[in-house]
């Protein structure tokens, strides 16, 4: 289809750019490129390599600095050995814990928490202290078969308690440093890991900005500057015709759906309504006056005024098009002028009025011809070819629109 062909070619189109950056930008240091800025008229591609170089000299110097950390250079047995430690204290964690949720799991000492019956500071009023009495006699009631031991009274189960948490927060906060300190090895060298991988990633990065600097500036370029950029340069000239010529296929195609094939699309289905009216008109007929109806000669002729012929011919002519469009590659004959109508070269002259471009060329240069290429003998039978075309066309435009 159109839009298919058209997308095909803007892929044609993205390759040919990337083979134009690479070759524009085969040599990177600064006075490569600062002959390129000059050459191709665009400023600021050494500050995009100098920002780099600022970049990577700011990795290589972490870098260096991490380098000579006996965290990273010996790595593994630093890690090892808090590992190591850690792993020791493992065992009295879990067991504390454990221990100290058999303390903890009680509504009674949730309220008693809250209270702050357990800070230092604990200095209820009356009521609060009776309230916290009944309160932690019952948690007491609870803890003393989950621990198997007996208290005499709340302060002693309060200061056991107390002992408890203060071993158990100690040995945790000692087994969570040591996991803290795993964390920051691990984070260390993973950094130093990312900053000898750093300079390259914003080599690569630097060139991906290079490239889509350049491209926007070349899709930017007015015509009478690319002539000036390419001049001089074989191979510059052939690749920007050739991005050129694919740009103009894309925007051929996808106009030409919208202008031919989409108006064809509406003028058959006018085709098709009219006809639906006519078989209804006769069927209406029909019910009226029996089987025996017989439609009249100009009757059955509106039934036949889609005239499947002429519409082959006109989806013949389409499908023409877009293959000598989609098909072309002579990219070299082409030019990066503005006085030049590439729809000629690529279509080798055929009708093209109906899009803009053609058109508004047309009007502006009503005397221009397709320059004949000295290697393209055949270019005068292309032209009558394209006219015998034209009037092929236009006639079947005529009955189509007088079936209409």
């Known amino acids: 289809s159109f839009e298919i062909d058209a997308a095909r070619l803007s892929a044609l189109r993205e390759r040919a750019m990337s083979d134009l950056q690479a070759y524009l930008l085969a040599d990177l240091d600064d006075d490569s490129l600062r002959a390129l800025e000059t050459r191709l008229r665009c400023p600021g591609l050494v500050a995009v390599k100098r920002r780099t170089d600022e970049e990577i000299a700011a990795c290589e110097r972490e870098r260096a600095q991490l380098a000579g950390d006996p965290e990273v250079e010996h790595y593994e047995h630093h890690h090892s050995a808090v590992t190591d430690e850690r792993e020791e204290l493992r065992g009295p964690h879990e067991q504390m814990s454990a221990e100290r ?47 198997g031991r007996t208290f005499e009274n709340l302060d002693e189960l309060r200061e056991a308690y107390l002992k408890l948490r203060t071993s158990a927060d100690s040995v945790k906060e000692a087994y969570d440093g040591l996991g803290a300190r795993l964390d920051a090895l691990s984070a260390k060298r993973q950094r130093y890991d990312q900053l000898v991988r750093q300079p390259d990633v914003l080599h690569r990065q630097m060139v991906t900005t290079l490239e889509e600097a350049i491209a926007a500036h070349l899709d930017a370029c007015p015509s009478d500057l690319r002539l000036e950029i390419a001049e001089g340069d074989p191979n510059l000239d052939a690749a920007m015709k050739k991005l050129t010529g694919l740009q103009k296929q894309s925007q051929y195609l996808r106009e030409l759906r919208v202008v031919r094939v989409d108006s064809v699309v509406q003028q058959l289905e006018q085709q098709l309504r009219k006809l639906d009216r006519t078989i209804a008109k006769t069927e209406r007929k029909i019910a009226k006056y029996g089987p025996g109806y017989r439609a009249s000669a100009e009757a059955v002729n509106k039934l036949e005024t889609l005239q499947r012929k002429k519409w082959d011919k006109r989806v013949a002519s389409l499908d023409k098009v877009r293959t000598r469009v989609s098909d072309f590659d002579r990219y070299d004959h082409g030019s990066l002028s503005n006085d030049f109508l590439w729809w000629m070269l690529i279509t080798d002259g055929m009708r093209g009025n109906d899009l803009y471009e053609v058109r508004v060329f047309t009007e502006q240069h009503p005397d221009w011809t397709l320059p004949l290429a000295p290697d393209d ?11 015998a075309e034209e009037m092929i066309a236009g006639s079947d435009e005529a009955g189509l629109s007088d079936a209409s």
């Open 101 to 147: 949720r058999r303390w903890e799991d009680s509504k009674w000492f949730d309220e008693l928490q809250a209270d702050g019956f357990f800070e230092p500071t604990y200095d209820p009023g009356l009521f609060q202290k009776f309230l916290d009495w009944r309160a932690g006699s019952f948690w007491m009631d609870e803890v003393e078969p989950a621990l």
């Open 377 to 387: 003998p055949d270019g005068v039978d292309l032209a009558a070819d394209a006219l």
